[in-house]
């Protein structure tokens, strides 16, 4: 009876502390003053870039770094979800492979949809200088179908031999080395010379897909599960 | 106006997200009230950023929140590796001291 009283107040409580915050961030919102965003400034400077879609020249130009993080992080996400993998398992059949057999629909559909995405995938990555587009959704798309294949099981997950960990890495060095490569000709870390601008971005996007879509994928495999939790009627 | 409205709904969210971070037991609760939190920070940077005059987004905010938007999968995906192994080292999926 009283763990019950007890997990009660707990719960009014945090209740009553999670509204105050709310309230809190409702008011100040309402009352926050209105100012001009940078709007005018990234548009202004960035026709020096050749890129006519203004996220894109924030992401990899003026927020480079930014970017430049955030794919770490990314990669680093990977490389802990691969060190979580008990080392036994290494090479078992990853959990989303492990299901029920696929069926015929699947079957069908994959050799039609595939050259689909990877069509939309190129699209989207050299959308990204003027519309709409870039390096993370056309990795996410890349991404998506590797992880449609591995679930019609018409292939295993790679084992992560040199190749593929290269592949991993290659949009983050390809970015680190363009973004040194400006100290070379005199201008800051992640400043790219004006002419050539536009390739170097493209160039870095188009690596960056890549190495986004396989973190993706890895990080859809995860961690395989235990024996027990597998489906009923699962081939081992 | 309409950017207020988001942010307005942004910030309820946070605050429903924040409770259930602390109120449920359930790591996988816990992990998706992670989720939603942020996704109401992102309302509210999208909400809260005010355009250029030829009525164009503001680009910043909106790489920000791309850029949020990855390092939170990113985080998710590492987390419920984490649960995972948690559960399959014979643990159930909460932490200690929410077990009675």
Sequence with gaps: MKAVTNERIKNITLALLASTIGLGLVVGLLNAPRQPGVAEQVLSMQTHLKLEQPVTAVLLAFRGYDTLLEIAVLVMAVIAVLILVPPRKARAAAPITAGPAPSPLMLWLLPRLLPVLVLIAGYLWWAGSSRPGGAFQAGTLVGAAAV????????????????????????????????????????????YPDSWAKALIMLIELTLSLSIGLCFMLLVLGVPPRRRDRFPGERS | MSGLSFALAGAVLFALALHAVFAR????????????????????????????????????????????????????????????RLASGGGAARLPEDER
């Design chain 1, 148 to 191: 449609i294949v591995l679930l019609s099981q018409q292939m295993r997950p790679p084992r992560l031999g040199r190749i593929w960990r290269a592949i991993l890495v290659l949009g983050l060095l390809c970015f680190l080395a363009i973004g040194l490569l400006g100290l070379l000709w005199g201008q800051a870390f992640l400043q």
């Design chain 2, 25 to 84: 037991h359930h790591l996988l609760r816990k992990i998706i009230a992670c989720n939603v939190a942020a996704s109401g920070v992102f309302m509210i940077l999208v909400g809260m950023s005010s355009g250029g005059s030829d009525g164009r987004a503001d680009a910043v905010p909106q790489a920000l929140v791309l850029t949020g938007i990855v390092i939170s999968v990113s985080l998710t995906a590492f987390l419920l590796s984490l649960l995972r």
